[in-house]
Structure formats: structure tokens, C-alpha cells
């Protein structure tokens, strides 16, 4: 299984918005609702801030937003803040019963 | 609040087995609601899943991986377990357990496993 793909890294000022896409295919990302995004700081677990394309585990901001169209699903982060400088993880369930990630993105808060 | 900790060896020789143990608390492993999974992390790269072991013993695995893995569980402790066999360098990375549904919501701190002589 290929990992999905996702951009190498992003960039955005303080109170900008932006979005992180991650593509799959009709076996992963376009087959199931089972796309889920972490964030990840350096030598933390990664923690979990959307799951099933667009809901939010409890006590995560609501800042953070997902969606999917076809095969790729997209995180949106908006007003973006000095720590949410990290790398994002996405994650799909695919036909094998398998999981797959994404390749992470860094996000660089400028 | 579920708290995961993998425990295990951090130096691993070429060609032997790594094993790594996943302690549970604050949850029971015997819900029949999560599957128990393994994920690595090689240095300066992205997240891989390793495979899942359920509360029954059924397992699925990665497929690049899948020769070389086997999961187990203990309900009565309370543990899952990894065991990768004829390790490399390729196999040097930090490795997490976590509880998972559609999803991966609660992840240990990860521990590393170097694979060298």
C-alpha cells in the first residue's frame, strides 16, 4: 500500500488561514469516511484533532476543521497560532483492512 | 483517562527479533470497542502502521510488513505485544502503541529502537 500524499510543508502568518490536503485513492481516502488527522510535535505522541473526515475529539479547538472531496480530504486551520507549528499526520482506512498515513506536512507558523 | 506505555529493548542486533510490549491503564483491553495498534516512525520520516491485534487475537498487519510481524494480547495483564523478526537498519525507528477504532485516539510516548551491532 502506498502511503497518501500530502504537501512537504506549509507556511502561514499568524491569523491566517490554510489547508493541508492529503490524496488517496478509491481503495483509502475516496472509498471510506475513515479519515482521521494528527498533529505531531517533536518527541510528543501525536495527538489526534479530527477523525471520520470532520469531527473534533473533545477539547480540540474548533480552529481546526476537515472535509473530503473524492479522494483527497483537506484540514483546515484557521487563525493560526504560534503553536500550531507542527507536522500533520493524515490517516485512511482502506480496503484491505489496513490503515495508511499520510507523509506528514510541517506547518512553519512565520 | 487510557494511558498507553510501550516498553522493550532499545538496541536491537542486525537479524534478530525486536520485541516491544504495550501496557495498558485506565482502560481494560477487553473491550470488544478497540482494536490495539502498532505505528513506528523512522527518523525524519512519516508515520507507518505496523498492524492491529484485536481483543480476541485476530490480527491484521501491514502488508510490507507482513511476513516478518506477529501481535499478541494479554488480556490478564493488561498488554499487547510486537514481535518483528530479521530486523535491519530500515527497522531503526520510534515505535508508538495506541488504542484505535476508525481512528487513533490514545498513543503511548513512543519508545526508540535502534537496529545496530
Known amino acids: 500500500q502506498s502511503a497518501l500524499t500530502q504537501p512537504a510543508s506549509v507556511f502561514g502568518s499568524p491569523g491566517q488561514s490554510l489547508t493541508i490536503s492529503c490524496t488517496g485513492t478509491?481503495?483509502?481516502?475516496?472509498?471510506?469516511?475513515?479519515v482521521s488527522w494528527y498533529q505531531h510535535h517533536p518527541g510528543k505522541a501525536p495527538k489526534l484533532i479530527i477523525y471520520?473526515?470532520?469531527n473534533r475529539p473533545s477539547g480540540i479547538s474548533n480552529r481546526f476543521s476537515g472535509s473530503k472531496t473524492g479522494n483527497t480530504a483537506s484540514l483546515i486551520i484557521s487563525g493560526l497560532q504560534a503553536d500550531d507549528e507542527a507536522h500533520y499526520y493524515c490517516?485512511?482506512?482502506?480496503?484491505?483492512?489496513?490503515?495508511?498515513f499520510g507523509g506528514g506536512t510541517k506547518l512553519t507558523v512565520l | 483517562q487510557v494511558q498507553l506505555q510501550e516498553s522493550g529493548p532499545g538496541l536491537v542486533k542486525p537479524s534478530q527479533t525486536l520485541s516491544l510490549t504495550c501496557s495498558v491503564s485506565?482502560?481494560?483491553?477487553?473491550?470488544?470497542?478497540?482494536?490495539w495498534n502498532w505505528i513506528r516512525q523512522p527518523a525524519g520520516k512519516g508515520l507507518e502502521w505496523i498492524g492491529r491485534v484485536y481483543t480476541s487475537g485476530s490480527t491484521n498487519y501491514n502488508p510490507s510488513l507482513n511476513s516478518r510481524v506477529t501481535m499478541s494480547i494479554d488480556t490478564s495483564q493488561n498488554q499487547f505485544s510486537l514481535r518483528l523478526t530479521s530486523v535491519t537498519a530500515a527497522d531503526t525507528a520510534v515505535y508508538y502503541c495506541a488504542r484505535g477504532t476508525s481512528y487513533f485516539d490514545f498513543w503511548g510516548q513512543g519508545t526508540l529502537v535502534t537496529v545496530s551491532s
Open positions: 471520520d473526515v470532520s
Open positions: 490517516s485512511s482506512y482502506t480496503f484491505s483492512t489496513t490503515w495508511v
Open positions: 478509491s481503495t483509502d481516502v475516496g472509498a471510506y469516511n475513515f
Open positions: 485506565g482502560g481494560s483491553i477487553s473491550s470488544t470497542s478497540y482494536f
